[in-house]
C-alpha cells in the first residue's frame, strides 16, 4: 500500500464518489419525477428505491476502481462469509455481481468469447468465463476492477467456483482461501460445523498475514449482526409480496438483491433494505401492484437469465403474471434464522452451509411448496440453467412433483444465466406464450 | 469372465455383497474390510440415455447420464447398495436425485471429501476422518462392522495393489502388449476383488521384457476416464502410445506415500487421501498439478500431452488452458479433444488423434 495510492482512495471516497453520486442521483430523481406519474403499462408506478439502488452501486464500483494500492482487496464469491473481511477493511468484489452486471449491460458475450479464444471451454460457467474475459481483456463496464490482494472462494454455491479461483489464483499471483463447506443432507452433521469452524479461524488467520492486522473480534461481532440484519431486512423486503397485488416482481429483486450480494455486513446496505421495505409497504397499504393487471402469480426456480429479464418481464407481466417469490432472491434470507450472537462462528457455519444449494433435492421440493404455499403461487418457471447444474438437476423431477402431485403448473425455461447464445428469444418467447395459455 | 458373472460368483462363492461405486475417490479398503466388493461405475457407454434423460439436462456429462441410464436399465439390480463419492456438482446431484425421487431402491450411501485442501490442513484431516468414521455408521446396519484388524489388512491388499499399479505405469515401455490390454489389467481393479487384481497384476508384470520394447512415440494420457476404451487403440494405430498416465480413473488415486505402518486405520487411511496426486475432482493447485504432470512426461520421455475429457466435466475443463500452457512453454505440444461416451470413437477423432501424433518428435 502506497501513501499517495491511499491518499487518492480517501480523497476519492470521501469527496468524487459522494458528489458523483449526488450528480447523478439529482438527474435521475429529475428523470424519475418526470416519469413518475406516467403510465408504465404494463407495470405499476416506478419505484425510487431504484434511484438508491443505483448510488449505492455507483460508489461501490467508483470507489472500487482506486483500492488496490490503496485498501486491501479481496474477490469473493456470493456464499463466502464477507463479514469475516470486513474487520480488516477490504474492499470486497464480487466476480459474479461484476459478471451479472455486464450480462445485463450485454457485454458478457464478448468477455465470454474472449476467454473462449484464451482456451476456456463454451461449456463452462458463464459467470466465470465472462470474469476471466474482463480480467484477460481489461474490460468492463464499471470503468476499472480493482486487482486482488485475497481470493476466498466458498464450494456452498458450487464446486465450479473452486476450480475458477484456482484459475484467478494463478492468473493474480495472490494467496487464495477455499471455505469447503459441507453439502448437507437432511440436517447435516455435527463435524460438519466443526469443519466450518475450524475454516473461520483459518481464514482469519489468513486475513490477518495479508493485511497485517489483528482481528478485532467486537468489529467481527458488530459485521457479523449486521449481515444478519440485512439478511431478515432482505427476507422482510421479499415477503410482501406475499400480498396481492405483489407490490414488486421478483425481476424487480434480481435487480434490488444488488446489495445484499456485494454489501451485506454494512450499514448502507440495512438502511437501503429499510428504505425498499417503506416504499413497498406503502404500496402494499394502498393496493398498489408491481404490474397493472396481477391475474395469476408465479415462482422462479434458479439464477436470472440477466440478458432476457427485460423482454421476459414484460411478456409474462403482459399476459397478467406476475412472479411473486424466487428460490434465488430466497436464497440470501432462507438462513439468517441460524445467526446466535452469542456463538458467531458456530451459528454462521450453519447459516453459510444451509442455503438452498449446499443441501439436497428433498429440501429444495419442500422449499419451493413451502414457497409456492406461502406466496400462494399458480405456477412455475423452472430456468434450466446451462451455467449452473448444480441449481439445474433435479428440475425436471420437481416439475413433474408439483405438477402431478399439487397442481401447479410448471415450465422448465431452457437458457443460461450470463450467456445469450445459450438462449433462443424466439423458442424462450413460444414457451411463455405456450404456457400463459395453459392457465386460460 | 464377465463383470456380472464375477458379481454372482463372488456371491455365491465367498458371501461377498456387492456395493456400486460412483466415480472417483472414495475408500475402497472399507468396503474390502467389510468383505464387500465394490464395483465402480465410469459411465459404461452402450445403455438407452432415453430414459435418464427425462431426469437430467443434456448439458449433464455422460458419466451422470450414463450412470442413470445404467440403473435405469436394471443393470444395477443385482447390488445390495450404492455409494456416492462428492466427486463434482453433477455426481453430488445424482447422489441426490436418485434416493430423493426414488429412482432406485437401493440404500445409497455418501461420502463427501474436503475440496481444494493442503495435505497439511489440520480442519480437512479431521473432517476426512469424521466423513470415514460416519460412513462406517452409514454402512453398518447393511454390513456389520470391521475390526481395527480387518481394516489395517485391507489397508495393506490396496497398498500393495497400488504399488503394483504403479510399478506397471512406471515400466509401460517395457511391455509388449498394446494399451488396451495393459489399461484393461490396470482398470480391472474397479471391479475384482484386490487379491483378485494383484494376482493379474502380478501375471501382467511378469511378462516384462528386460529392456524396453516399446518403439512407439510416448505420450501423456490426461483426463477423466478413457472411455470408449477405443481411444487408446486409435493411439496405438497412430503410431505412439500411453507412456504416462494422468487419469483419475488410474493414477490419480494412488497413494503416492505409504501411512505410518503403525498408525490408527482411520489415521491411514486419511494419509493415504492426502498423499493422492493431484486431481483437478479434489480442487489441486493448478500451477502445482500441472507442473508435476510436465515432470511425470518429461521423466518417460513424453513427445506430447493427449487430454482427453468428457464433455460438460468442468472440473477438468477449468485447467485445460493453464496446463496446456505449461507444457508449451515446456516444448511439449498438446491435443484436447472432448468425448460423450458413447459406444464408439469418432473417425472424426481418430483423425484429429492421427494428425497430432504425427507431428510428434520421434524418439532418439
Known amino acids: 500500500m502506497t501513501i499517495s495510492r491511499q491518499l487518492q482512495y480517501a480523497l476519492i471516497k470521501n469527496v468524487a464518489a459522494p458528489l458523483l453520486v449526488k450528480t447523478d442521483a439529482w438527474k435521475s430523481a429529475r428523470s424519475f419525477r418526470a416519469k413518475k406519474d406516467k403510465p408504465n403499462p404494463p407495470f405499476g408506478p416506478r419505484l425510487e428505491s431504484y434511484i ?56 458478457a458475450k464478448d468477455l465470454c468469447v474472449h476467454a473462449e479464444n484464451e482456451g476456456f471451454c463454451r461449456d463452462l460457467c458463464s459467470y466465470a468465463r465472462t470474469d476471466f474475459g474482463s480480467v484477460m481483456s481489461g474490460q ?43 453439502f448437507i443432507y437432511g440436517e447435516g452433521e455435527e463435524h460438519d460445523v466443526d469443519y466450518i469452524v475450524a475454516q473461520f479461524h483459518e481464514l482469519i488467520e489468513m486475513c490477518e498475514k495479508v493485511t497485517g492486522r489483528k482481528l478485532d473480534q467486537k468489529q467481527l461481532t458488530y459485521h457479523t449482526q449486521l449481515g444478519c440484519e440485512c439478511s431478515k431486512a432482505w427476507g422482510k423486503v421479499l415477503d410482501l409480496c406475499r400480498n396481492r397485488p405483489a407490490p414488486m416482481t421478483t425481476f424487480d429483486a434480481f435487480i434490488y438483491i444488488g446489495p445484499i450480494v456485494a454489501m451485506r455486513g454494512l450499514p448502507e446496505c440495512l438502511s437501503f433494505y429499510k428504505f425498499l421495505h417503506d416504499e413497498l409497504q406503502d404500496r402494499v397499504s394502498r393496493g398498489i401492484g408491481a404490474i397493472q393487471n396481477e391475474r395469476y402469480r408465479l415462482l422462479w426456480d434458479n439464477l436470472p437469465i440477466w440478458f432476457a429479464i427485460r ?42 452451509s444451509r442455503i438452498i444449494l449446499n443441501r439436497d433435492l428433498r429440501n429444495k421440493a419442500d422449499l419451493i411448496l413451502k414457497l409456492c404455499r406461502d406466496f400462494q403461487c399458480d405456477g412455475a418457471v423452472l430456468h434450466s440453467d446451462r451455467s449452473c447444474k448444480p441449481y439445474s438437476v433435479g428440475q425436471y423431477n420437481l416439475a413433474d412433483i408439483l405438477n402431478r402431485e399439487h397442481g401447479i403448473k410448471t415450465m422448465i425455461l431452457e437458457a443460461d444465466h450470463g450467456d445469450p447464445r445459450s438462449y433462443s428469444p424466439e423458442q424462450g418467447e413460444l414457451r411463455v406464450k405456450a404456457f400463459m395459455e395453459t392457465f386460460q | 469372465m464377465d463383470r456380472k458373472a464375477y458379481i454372482a460368483e463372488q456371491k455365491e462363492k465367498r458371501g461377498r455383497k456387492t456395493v456400486l461405486v460412483f466415480p472417483i475417490h472414495y475408500p475402497r479398503e472399507v468396503l474390502t474390510a467389510l468383505n464387500v466388493l465394490g464395483v ?24 451422470a447420464h450414463n450412470i442413470l441410464a445404467f440403473i435405469m436399465a436394471g443393470k444395477a439390480d443385482v447390488v445390495d447398495g450404492i455409494l456416492c463419492p462428492h466427486t463434482c456438482d ?11 425421487f426414488k429412482l432406485t431402491d437401493k440404500p445409497c450411501f455418501r461420502f463427501r471429501h474436503p475440496k481444494g485442501k493442503s495435505p497439511d490442513s489440520k480442519s480437512a484431516r479431521g473432517f476426512y ?12 446396519p447393511f454390513f456389520g462392522r470391521p475390526s481395527e484388524a480387518e481394516l489395517q489388512k485391507a489397508i495393506g491388499l490396496h497398498l500393495e495393489a497400488d504399488e503394483l499399479k504403479l510399478k506397471l505405469l512406471d515400466q509401460r515401455a517395457y511391455f509388449t502388449t498394446n494399451d488396451r490390454a495393459f489399461y484393461e489389467v490396470l482398470r480391472a481393479g474397479e471391479y475384482l476383488w484386490v487379491e483378485d487384481h494383484i494376482a493379474m497384476m502380478k501375471k501382467l508384470l511378469e511378462s516384462k521384457s528386460p529392456e524396453p520394447v516399446e518403439k ?39 497413494a503416492m506415500k505409504r501411512p505410518n505402518p503403525d498408525s490408527d486405520p482411520l489415521d491411514a487411511l486419511t494419509d493415504m487421501f492426502f498423499a493422492r496426486r493431484g486431481c483437478t475432482t479434489l480442487g489441486t493447485e493448478l500451477e502445482e498439478r500441472a507442473n508435476l504432470l510436465l515432470k511425470l512426461a518429461k521423466s518417460r520421455d513424453c513427445r506430447g500431452l493427449l487430454i482427453y475429457n468428457v464433455k460438460f466435466c468442468e472440473p477438468e475443463a477449468f485447467y485445460v488452458p493453464d496446463t496446456q ?3 508449451k512453454k515446456a516444448g511439449i505440444p498438446s491435443l484436447y479433444m472432448e468425448t460423450e461416451l458413447e459406444a464408439e470413437f469418432s473417425g472424426q477423432a481418430s483423425t484429429r488423434l492421427e494428425a497430432f501424433i504425427e507431428m510428434l518428435e520421434q524418439p532418439s
Open chain 2, 90 to 100: 453433477s455426481l453430488q446431484m445424482l447422489a441426490s436425485l436418485l434416493p430423493d
Open chain 2, 325 to 327: 500452457d505449461i507444457f
Open chain 2, 129 to 140: 476422518k469424521a466423513e470415514l468414521k460416519g460412513l462406517l455408521d452409514k454402512l453398518e
Open chain 2, 40 to 63: 465402480e461405475i465410469w459411465g459404461p457407454p452402450g445403455f438407452p440415455r432415453a430414459p435418464a434423460s427425462t431426469h437430467l439436462q443434456p448439458f449433464i456429462c455422460g458419466i
Open chain 1, 311 to 352: 423482454d421476459l418481464s414484460t411478456a409474462f407481466a403482459q399476459g397478467g403474471f406476475n412472479f411473486v417469490c424466487s428460490t434465488y432472491t430466497n436464497a440470501w434470507a432462507e438462513t439468517a434464522h441460524h445467526f446466535d450472537p452469542n456463538d458467531v462462528y458456530r451459528s454462521s457455519a450453519k447459516l453459510y
Open chain 2, 216 to 254: 512407439r512415440k510416448p505420450i501423456m494420457v490426461s483426463g477423466i476416464v478413457p472411455e470408449p476404451m477405443d481411444i487408446l487403440d486409435a493411439i496405438n494405430n497412430a503410431g505412439a502410445f500411453a507412456a504416462a498416465d494422468d487419469f483419475a480413473a488410474i493414477s490419480r488415486r494412488i
Open chain 1, 140 to 182: 468492463t463496464p464499471v470503468g476499472r476492477v480493482p486487482k486482488p490482494d485475497l481470493l476466498v472462494t466458498c464450494t456452498n454455491i458450487c464446486q465450479t467456483a473452486l476450480a475458477w479461483y484456482k484459475v484467478l489464483a494463478r492468473k493474480f499471483n495472490v494467496p487464495l482461501y477455499v471455505f469447503d463447506t459441507p
Open chain 1, 52 to 107: 438508491k439502488l443505483k448510488e449505492l452501486m455507483l460508489e461501490h464500483y467508483f470507489t472500487g476502481r482506486y483500492a488496490d494500492g490503496a485498501v486491501p482487496v479481496a474477490w469473493i464469491t456470493s456464499g463466502s462469509p464477507v463479514e469475516l473481511l470486513r474487520p480488516f477493511g477490504f474492499h470486497i468484489v464480487y466476480p459474479e455481481n461484476h459478471a451479472a452486471l455486464c450480462a445485463v449491460r450485454r457485454r
